[in-house]
T-cell receptor
Framework: AQRVTQPEKLLSVFKGAPVELKCNYS??????LFWYVQYSRQRLQLLLR??SRESIKGFTADLNKGETSFHLKKPFAQEEDSAMYYC????????????FGKGTTLSVSS | DSGVTQTPKHLITATGQRVTLRCSPR?????VYWYQQSLDQGLQFLIQ???????AKGNILERFSAQQFPDLHSELNLSSLELGDSALYFC???????????FGQGTRLTVV
C-alpha cells in the first residue's frame, strides 16, 4: 500500500532552534515526494518537491530511499514558520493524486 | 492567490440534504482533484478528473459524485448528508498529470 506517515501531530520549538519534521513513506518504485504548508485559514501551498532540490524559506528536504524518509529541516525556526505541514507522495495507483500524511503542526514561539 | 476558485466558502445544511460544491481550476489546467480534510482523517483524496474524464477514485463514498464539464470546471455532489460529512473540501488543479497541484481555499461544509 502507498502510505505517508508523519509521526508527530505537534512540534513546538523556540525561535532560532532547529526544526525537523519527520515523514516516512511506503511505496514501490521511485517515489515523487512533496511538502505542502498550510498557514492559518489559508490554502495549501507547495513548499518543495524532492525532484527540484530547491530550498524554500530556508527549508530543505532530502529523500532517503534506504530509510524511506523525506524529513523537512530548517536550521533556525522563525515565528512565521508556524503552520501545518503536510508530506505528500504522488500515487501511481490512484491516478496521479497526492497521498497526504496527517500533517504536523509546527508551533514556533519566542 | 493560486487561481483555483471554490464556491461557496461556507455551507451549512441539515442531515439528509444534498449540496453541490463548485471548483474553477486555474486557466489552462486540465486536471482537477477533490480532497476532504477532517480533523481525524487528515487530507483524503476523493476523485480526480482529467480533461473531462474521470481519472481515479480514492476514498469517495457512493453518496458522493463529481463531474468535470467541457469548460473544465468541476462540481462535487454530496447527497444524503450525515454529520460525519462535515469537513473542509478542497479542490486542486494542475496543468497536466505530473505537474504541481494548486489548491483552492476550500469549502467548509457543516452538517447539522
Amino acid at each position: 500500500a502507498q502510505r505517508v506517515t508523519q509521526p508527530e501531530k505537534l512540534l513546538s520549538v523556540f525561535k532560532g532552534a532547529p526544526v525537523e519534521l519527520k515523514c516516512n513513506y511506503s511505496y514501490s518504485g521511485s517515489p515523487e515526494l512533496f511538502w505542502y504548508v498550510q498557514y492559518s485559514r489559508q490554502r495549501l501551498q507547495l513548499l518543495l518537491r524532492h525532484i527540484s532540490r530547491e530550498s524554500i524559506k530556508g527549508f530543505t528536504a532530502d529523500l532517503n530511499k534506504g530509510e524511506t524518509s523525506f524529513h523537512l529541516k530548517k536550521p533556525f525556526a522563525q515565528e512565521e514558520d508556524s503552520a501545518m505541514y503536510y508530506c505528500a507522495l504522488r500515487s501511481n495507483q490512484a491516478g496521479t493524486a497526492l497521498i497526504f500524511g496527517k500533517g504536523t503542526t509546527l508551533s514556533v514561539s519566542s | 492567490d493560486s487561481g483555483v476558485t471554490q464556491t461557496p466558502k461556507h455551507l451549512i445544511t441539515a442531515t439528509g440534504q444534498r449540496v453541490t460544491l463548485r471548483c474553477s481550476p486555474r486557466s489552462g489546467d486540465l486536471s482537477v482533484y477533490w480532497y476532504q480534510q477532517s480533523l481525524d482523517q487528515g487530507l483524503q483524496f476523493l476523485i480526480q478528473y482529467y480533461n473531462g474524464e474521470e481519472r481515479a477514485k480514492g476514498n469517495i463514498l457512493e453518496r458522493f459524485s463529481a463531474q468535470q464539464f467541457p469548460d473544465l470546471h468541476s462540481e462535487l455532489n454530496l447527497s444524503s448528508l450525515e454529520l460525519g460529512d462535515s469537513a473542509l473540501y478542497f479542490c486542486a488543479s494542475s496543468v497536466d498529470l505530473k505537474a504541481e497541484a494548486f489548491f483552492g481555499q476550500g469549502t467548509r461544509l457543516t452538517v447539522v
